[in-house]
């Protein structure tokens, strides 16, 4: 196995490696770079469905997605996909996945299976880099707080999602939700202070006012946005990318219209976020 930083902070590119065949050593270097790097790419896998799912079991436990529509192969794989004729892509704006759940998930693992012609990238941030190069003075603010993340503006009645045509592609308006995590989070794997607020899914401050909070909030994401923190993937087939919930953004880019794309999603369960 051979590891690459991918870009300059972000992510890490594992070559030399086949997941569906991997042995017992190789996933345990392979637990190590996932604990410094939170986010791994690879090419050329060939892994259908039932390897994916085998790779997912043998990392974690597996966590089903309450809105998404799953798979014919497996109700454990969450469909990410866009029809040609479909305007709306889902995780089309920054966010981290699950961040509204109380024990929020530990990491997806996203497959490719039908890409378009160009585009489609996904790009991806770095939250543990993007908290190191924040000012003391904002650190300090940022002590002690906490975060309600929820998902009911996007999936509840009248949510973003709700009005676009991928609507049909949802279920669970029922689900909806929110729990509140520390803004500043100690991983539990890497030891690493990490930003944990994300634009998809944070509300507000515990205990302060919506405008309050939106100012710091914007003021926090446009620094993690910036060119240092960030990186963007150009899938072809067969590549694999494995991010960790807890330290990184995503967001997929929606600029192949007229085209179609699909992924396959696995998630696996976290445990609960302690304050750093
Ligand atoms: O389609 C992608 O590239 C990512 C979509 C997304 O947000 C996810 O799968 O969690
Ligand atoms: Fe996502």
């Known amino acids: 196995m051979n590891i690459v930083p991918f870009s300059p902070g972000v992510g890490a590119v594992v070559n030399d490696l086949q997941l569906a065949t991997m042995t017992e050593s190789e996933l345990t270097e392979l637990r190590a770079a996932f604990t410094e790097y939170g986010l791994l790419f690879f090419r050329d896998q060939d892994l259908p469905p039932e390897e994916h799912l085998r790779f997912a079991n043998r990392f974690g436990s597996i966590v089903v997605n309450k809105f998404f529509k799953t798979t014919q192969e497996s109700p454990q794989i969450a469909e990410v996909r866009k029809e040609k004729t479909q305007q709306t892509n889902i995780g089309g704006g920054w966010h981290t996945d699950h961040s509204y759940d109380d024990i929020p998930a530990l990491g997806s693992i996203l497959v490719a299976r039908t890409l378009p012609e160009t585009g489609g990238d996904t790009q991806f941030a770095n939250l543990a880099a993007a908290y190191d190069a ?99 993937f150009n899938w072809l087939p067969g590549s694999v990318t494995f991010w960790d919930n807890r330290c990184t953004w995503h967001q997929a880019n929606n600029d192949y219209q007229g085209q179609a794309r699909l992924m396959h999603r696995i998630t696996i369960a976290g445990s609960p976020l302690a304050a750093a």
């Not at 906490?146 to 999602?161: I, K, Q």
């Not at 944990?196 to 919506?210: K, L, S």
């Open 134 to 232: 924040l000012p003391d003075n904002l650190k300090k603010k940022l002590e002690g707080l906490r975060a309600v993340h929820s998902n009911t503006h996007l999936y509840g009645e009248n949510g973003l999602y709700r009005l676009t045509d991928l609507n049909d592609q949802l279920g669970g308006m029922d689900r909806v939700g929110d729990a509140t995590h520390p803004v500043v989070i100690r991983h539990p794997e890497s030891d690493r202070k990490v930003l944990y607020v994300n634009p998809g899914h944070t509300i507000q401050f515990e205990g302060w006012d919506f405008t309050e909070s939106r100012t710091l909030l914007d003021e926090l994401y446009a620094h993690v946005m910036q060119p240092q923190f960030t990186c963007s």
